[in-house]
C-alpha cells in the first residue's frame, strides 16, 4: 500500500519562506506526477504547483514566482520552496502522487499558517 506522508509546515511570518517536503513509499512502480495542494477553511482543493518524472513543472498563478517545485525520483520524494509568504497562503497542504497503474494517493496533509 501506498504511503505519503508530508513534512515542513508550521507558523511563518508573511515576507518568510517555508520548505514542505513529501515522501511516497510502498509501491514498486515510480510515480509519473508529484503534486501540492491546499485547501483554506471554506474553500475546495486547489492545485499549488505540480511536477512529472521528467521534469516539467506546473505552477499556479498565485505562487508563480514565489514557490519552486523539485523533486528527488531514485528517493520518490518531492519539495516545495515558498518564498514572500502571505497570509492568504494560510491553508492545509496536501501531497497528490499518481502513479500509471495505480490509484492516486494522498497524504495526511500539513497545516501551514502565515501571520505575525
Known amino acids: 500500500q501506498v504511503q505519503v506522508v508530508e513534512s515542513g509546515g508550521g507558523l511563518v511570518q508573511p515576507g518568510g519562506s517555508l520548505r514542505l517536503s513529501c515522501a511516497a513509499s510502498?509501491?514498486?512502480?515510480?510515480?509519473?506526477?508529484m503534486g501540492w495542494y491546499r485547501q483554506a477553511p471554506g474553500k475546495q482543493r486547489e492545485l499549488v504547483a505540480s511536477i512529472t518524472a521528467g521534469g516539467k513543472t506546473n505552477y499556479a498563478d498565485f505562487v508563480k514566482g514565489r514557490a519552486t517545485i523539485s523533486s528527488d525520483n531514485a528517493k520518490n520524494t518531492m519539495y516545495l520552496q515558498m518564498n514572500k509568504m502571505r497570509p492568504e497562503d494560510t491553508a492545509v497542504y496536501y501531497c497528490n502522487v499518481r502513479y500509471n497503474l495505480l490509484p492516486e494517493s494522498w497524504g495526511q496533509g500539513t497545516q501551514v499558517t502565515v501571520s505575525s
Open positions: 510502498g509501491s514498486i512502480f515510480s510515480p509519473t506526477v
